[in-house]
């Protein structure tokens, strides 16, 4: 008996003892934004691209990388610190300033409790006014793009498609993609007017909601600006 | 007493005469466990050994080492569970295929330095040729690493650290990409002379083996110098990534001016042994009495240089071990393989709805480029004199397929009118998401060692890889050409190879396109790990992996096989089918159906990020100087 307390003294000696030192506080403070222009959000694809966080005085460095979402809403949860915060170097749909020495630049971030960054940013063009609708077989579209950059910045529209998935998950990339339609920028005369009209597809295993959105591809621009997902039922 | 003393005396003079011995003999005592430089520089036969090092560690990205490299482009379907991946991922990741070996460079560097200073010790033509080895094997490294990361450290000496605290002076910034290139040139222009011009031995460097690098290296340059034109956003304002367009010329001089330079040396031929074209062309990788090859990594049964190319990769139902047929190349490979009179052609499966019949399994790849033959298995073929069984099962009148689940599986009473046991699949399949199957409906054969025992474990294969051969040094002074506008001379060059894989009727110089040369060198040189550095310097990765899912339109009704820009990010395959309809004429007969293996799903994209690899944070950390490569 004396025997059997004993050990759970021991046990209990050595399983709480690690319950101490070695363990460390998770990291508790929520860091979010989104990418606006003008207060309008701008929408991406999902894992498109990443902001960057950087942290100094811990000996090497190490990125933490942060994805954007299909909203262009970013977060993370993060111990309190200070942070330095960029864009990665990869092909975004906007404009991001450079330093000196032509790399991103970078924002200081002091972040201790939750903290919301928005980051107003310049897209090489903006889709106003998307309307997605479902009728009679077909998802018809309508919208129009303003070219943001007029300078010599400024880049070329390549093309404004419609796409339609079965996954809530509508972008250029996704192999769920089972109808577009393509309008290319070359054939664009009144960019303040476009319509575009594609045949709503069976889907396997049948489901009777489809989600669509409006991409806009900028030549030389590996990340297409979006319109907002929109569901339609039939 | 007497005795006493004697022995007293005897032993104090063995105790102290030992000690008369000088202190500096004892203590400057030779290790028996390893060499010291001075003893090695001079025995030839030791330093030989060093150099065997050097040339063990020459870098490859896709080798018959590593079967699965082969899978990730699209070039062939991975049949094996653990590399289904391989086609379910979209992106290539930045970091893809980066390398980074300063440790090798700094042994080459103290190999050359060590060399140079004890050069009185063996005779100047050994000294020399050894030297000019490294040298080989130092750009080898050198170009492995341009082509991923672009401009890197050029490092020429043994970097020495001296404890100061301040690691300052070891740090080297990127060079550019072109001072790359042109120092891998003036070197191989240096050594070219210094190394023995035959091929007696390719395992080991040779004035046609730098001439060939060169030219090699050159073409890279020339061409990232031209076609980078066109995707300014893959470069760096300090020229660490990029080459000015001016510079285009220039490189594709030099390019045409080596490759000229070994097919007018004469020491060199195309592999033409065997007057069947296909067998010639599979023989010309694995035979080691070889006029073509120039530079190699050879290796040897019974000792630890031998391989396991063919275990892994064997034919499944004629394997020796219970594995392989993990390679499989794909249909858009398979496809691109042109006809007899120089067309683009899909495999004729459907005509309109309506499948195909064919009478033979190997009909439908009737009246094709040998070279299809040579590198791939197709069905209705052998393999070390054995047959090869690839058919899916059999197609019934009503449109329904009998088929199972494992290999070459028996069922009872599954056919109308026919109550007996039957086999209803191949025994290699293709059966989809079963590793070791052909999921493509074909097995690679280039490489492939037919010897018996090869596809053992206890035994392996010692077919060679070959790095640089001679057919290839036709196809680079052909682009060379095409590219300086002397198509004529490109359609001589292309001809040599051309005539070799039956394609009798040569192209005329008005018929030599960019498209023809990328075409060339895409069906000449798959599997020898030329693909993702030629799709690279065209700047052609981005618009052939662009992330826009492959059809089966573009395989039954392809009209644009020959389009160096044609998509290619999934992999497809092509399964036979037997059709079964007694009373029918066309029972007993064989259609094929287009397939995408259900493992294929996603399609590749290569990102402007992917042009130059990502260097690691541990890189960047240890040297602030290195900039990160742009677009990731």
Known sequence: MRKIFLNIALASIVFLGSCKKDNFDAPESDFSGRLLYQGQQIHVRHAGFGAELWQKGFGKFGVINVNFNQEGMFSSKLFDGNYKFTVSNSQVPFLWPKNAAGRPDSLDVNLSGDKVMDLEVRPYFMLRSPV???????????????????????????????????????????????????????????????????????????????????GIKISGIENMVFSPVVKLTF | MKKYIIATGILAMLTLGQACKKDSDFLEKQPTDNLSVASVWKDKNLVLTLVGDLYDRYPD????????????????????????????????NYDSWNYW???????????????????????????????????????????????????????????????????TPLRVARSKESEMYDFIIKEMEEIKVLLPDNNADPSRASKGAALALESRAALYAGSIAKYGAATPEVSLPGGEVGIPASMANGYYQIALRAAEEIITGGKYSLYKKNTNLQENFAALFIDKANPEVIFVKDYKLKTKKAHGFTIDNQPRSIAEEAQGGRLNPSL???????????????????????????????????????????????????????????????????????????????????????????????????LDGVEFSAQSGFYVRKFLDPAAGSGQIGTRSE?????????????????????????????GYLKEVRDRAGLTTALTAGQITFDRIVHERRVELAFEGHQLWDMKRWRLAHKVWNGTANTAADFTTATNIGSSEKVNTMVFGLWPYKYYAPGDPNDGKYLFKVVKPSRVTAAHRFRMGNYYSQFNQDILNGNPLIIRNPNQ
């Open chain 2, 332 to 430: 858009n490979l398979v496809q691109s393989f042109e006809m007899l009179d120089n067309s683009f052609a899909p495999l004729a499966s459907v005509s309109g709805s309506n499948p195909i019949y064919y009478t033979n399994l190997t009909d439908i790849f009737a009246g094709r480029d040998a070279r299809l033959g040579g590198t791939v298995i197709l069905p209705g073929t052998q393999f070390k004199g054995k047959n090869i069984d690839i058919w899916a099962g059999y197609q019934l009148a009503s449109g329904a397929i009998v088929t199972g689940t494992n290999f070459a599986e028996i069922k009872t009473n599954v056919l109308p009118g026919n109550t007996g046991a039957v086999q209803v699949v191949g025994g290699d399949g293709p």
């Open chain 2, 101 to 167: 070996d300063y440790g090798f460079m700094r042994e080459i560097n103290l190999f050359i330095k060590r060399g140079g200073e004890s050069t009185n010790l063996l005779a100047k033509e050994d000294t020399d040729r050894f030297l000019a080895e490294a040298r080989f094997v130092r750009a080898g490294v050198y170009f492995e690493l341009v082509k991923r990361m672009g401009g890197v450290p050029l490092l020429l000496e043994p970097l020495t650290y001296d404890y100061s605290g301040d690691p």
């Open chain 1, 132 to 214: 997605i609708t479902y009728s009679a077989g077909a998802v018809n579209a309508t919208c129009s793009v303003e070219k943001i950059i007029t300078d010599a910045n400024g880049r070329d529209l390549e093309r404004v498609t419609l796409y339609v998935n079965n996954t809530q998950f509508v972008d250029d990339q996704s192999t769920n993609n089972k109808a577009k339609q393509d309008l290319s920028g070359a054939a664009i005369s009144n960019p303040a007017n476009l319509t575009m009209s594609v045949a709503m597809p069976t889907f396997s295993p049948v489901q009777n909601y489809a989600f669509a959105r409006i």
């Open chain 2, 61 to 92: 990205y896709q080798n018959i080492e590593a079967w699965w490299d082969f899978t990730n482009f699209d070039e062939a379907f991975a049949s094996a569970g653990g590399d289904y991946f391989r086609h379910q991922n979209t992106e290539y």
């Open chain 2, 463 to 491: 077919v060679r890889w070959i790095r640089y051969r001679f057919a290839e040094v036709y196809l680079n002074a052909a682009e060379a050409a095409f590219e300086l506008n002397n198509t004529a001379k490109a359609a």
